[in-house]
């Protein structure tokens, strides 16, 4: 028992001689390792188009919740072929970059995507690299119009300002999933009213690979005025309005919306192109169906504060006299403001407010004697751009770009078309208007301001409005530590 209690004290006696003598010294030893930067490219570009339109009604035509397919739409693409890049069309063919561009046109029976793989993952990306839109021209007793509308990248947010699902009227959410993975998605949808609070806004599936079609109806019954908010969790998605109008019996108008750019106090709307005046005005005395036959401006203020704003319509020529509308839209809710007195010919809007908003143009075109039709199209306030940009011209009907320099100051542009270098000179606020060659791609290339640029297409009087975007995925530099 001794012997015991002498060992125990011994080492206890070792261990405290231990902490008191010996070398101070981490228990951990750890090395400072410096962060290794890599460089990520981007992933490789690949846009939707959302494809033909929808009727309601399903294969049997009756279901108010079933929606088919109806024609193809015509796709136009620009790929600027660019060495160590391969081009993948909508149906799956495969082109090698040789440093040619190539303007190609396909049909697509439904959604589709189109991609450019970059093996030197250097390449630079945006519409210089790959632009497309589709347009579809639809005449049957169910609608009846020009719909035209870019390509998108997939993302997880859009702003949709435009369209009605008041009596008479249908506007159809058609949501794209082009990724593998499932979306769920949220919806905010705001009215004349202010904001929607039905049932069934959240958690809408959208399965990888698939469309999923909403009328707008089901949330906002009889709402004049829509802007509806996207937000997607998951997989990326697109989005577009189907937008049509019945007069009575009669199909009359049709148009897809397009996602708009985030709200802004000064914003820019090219290619208010307004042809028929004088018939859109038959048409609204001879019925009173025909009453919204008639150019508007839309507005939906964000927040709380009203917005007080004013919207300049400026003609591009001498002849061709504008107008100014001075307004207050009240704030969380969607304001529409007739146009009135715009003859025809070519403008351009300016919206100015002393808050941010969103806004949009209504543009109608009609024809009142034999044929009679009317048609309209939601035009977007455009993004502004110093860096060129591209843009796919359909092979059909009358495009022309409308090109705004609303500095203060001229300024010089160059439009690259094939081989030829065309030069223009915009004055300061001003809008040049050319007709763009079917088939072809046309390149914008600004000096040394921003300018901005929408295309505007005629096919038989109809119309339909295609903003030029710069689509591209951002790559860079990540920090790298292991440890």
């Not at 070398?23 to 750890?30: D, G, S």
Request: hydrophobic share 40%.
């Amino acid at each position: 028992m001794i012997i015991r209690s002498l060992r125990t004290v011994l080492v206890g006696a070792g261990l405290a001689a231990l902490l008191v003598f010996a070398p101070n010294q981490a228990l951990f030893l750890t090395q400072q390792v410096n962060a290794d930067k890599r460089t990520v490219s981007a992933k490789d570009l690949s846009i939707t188009c959302s494809g033909p339109v929808y009727l309601a009604g399903g294969s049997t035509g009756t279901s108010v919740s079933s929606f088919k397919r109806s024609g193809t739409s015509a796709i136009s693409q620009s790929y600027s072929g660019a060495a160590g890049t391969t081009f993948i069309s909508g149906n799956g063919s495969r082109t090698t970059g040789y440093g040619v561009r190539q303007n190609t046109a396909e049909r697509f029976k439904t959604s589709a995507s189109i991609t450019v793989q970059d093996s030197t993952g250097a390449v630079d990306q945006g519409s210089s690299l790959l632009s497309a839109n589709q347009l579809q021209l639809i005449s049957s007793k169910s609608i009846k119009g020009l719909l035209g509308a870019p390509c998108l990248r997939a993302r997880s947010e859009f702003w949709l300002v435009g369209g009605s699902a008041a009596t008479g009227r249908e506007a159809l959410l058609v949501l794209t999933n082009p990724s593998q993975v499932d979306a769920t998605v949220d919806l905010e949808i705001y009215t004349e009213n202010g904001i929607s609070h039905s049932a069934g806004l959240t958690g809408i599936a959208v399965s990888a690979g698939k469309t999923t079609v909403l009328p707008l109806a089901s949330f906002v019954f009889r709402a004049d005025s829509l802007a509806v908010h996207v937000l997607s969790h998951g997989g990326s998605i697109t989005a577009l309005i189907q937008q049509k109008a019945v007069r009575g019996l009669s199909a009359a108008g049709a148009d897809f919306i397009s996602p708009t750019i985030p709200s802004s106090s000064e914003s820019v709307i090219p290619g208010i192109l307004v042809r028929g005046s004088a018939d859109s005005a038959k048409l609204r005395n001879a019925n009173s169906k025909y009453g919204d036959v008639q150019q508007m401006l839309r507005v939906f203020v964000p927040g709380t504060q009203d917005a007080n704003l004013t919207f300049q319509v400026i003609g591009t020529d001498a002849k061709t006299f504008g107008t100014v509308i001075s307004v207050t839209a009240p704030a969380g809710k969607v304001s529409d403001f007739k146009v009135t007195g715009l003859a025809d010919g070519d403008y351009v809007g300016f919206v100015k407010s002393d808050v941010p908003v969103f806004s949009s143009f209504r543009l109608v075109r009609s024809k009142f004697a034999t044929g009679a039709f009317t048609d309209f199209a939601w035009i977007n306030p455009a993004e502004s751009f110093s860096s060129p940009r591209y843009v796919a011209i359909p092979a059909a009907g009358l495009s022309k770009l409308s090109i705004v320099n609303p500095g203060s100051k001229p300024t010089r542009i160059s439009l690259q078309i094939g081989s030829m270098t065309i030069k223009h000179l915009i004055a300061a606020g001003a809008e040049l208007v050319v007709q763009a060659p079917a088939g072809q791609s046309v390149g914008i290339y600004p000096s040394d301001q921003a300018i901005q640029a929408n295309l505007t297409v005629d096919v038989a009087g109809r119309i339909a409005s295609i903003p030029v975007l710069d689509e591209k995925n951002i790559g860079g530099k990540v920090q790298v530590s292991v440890f």
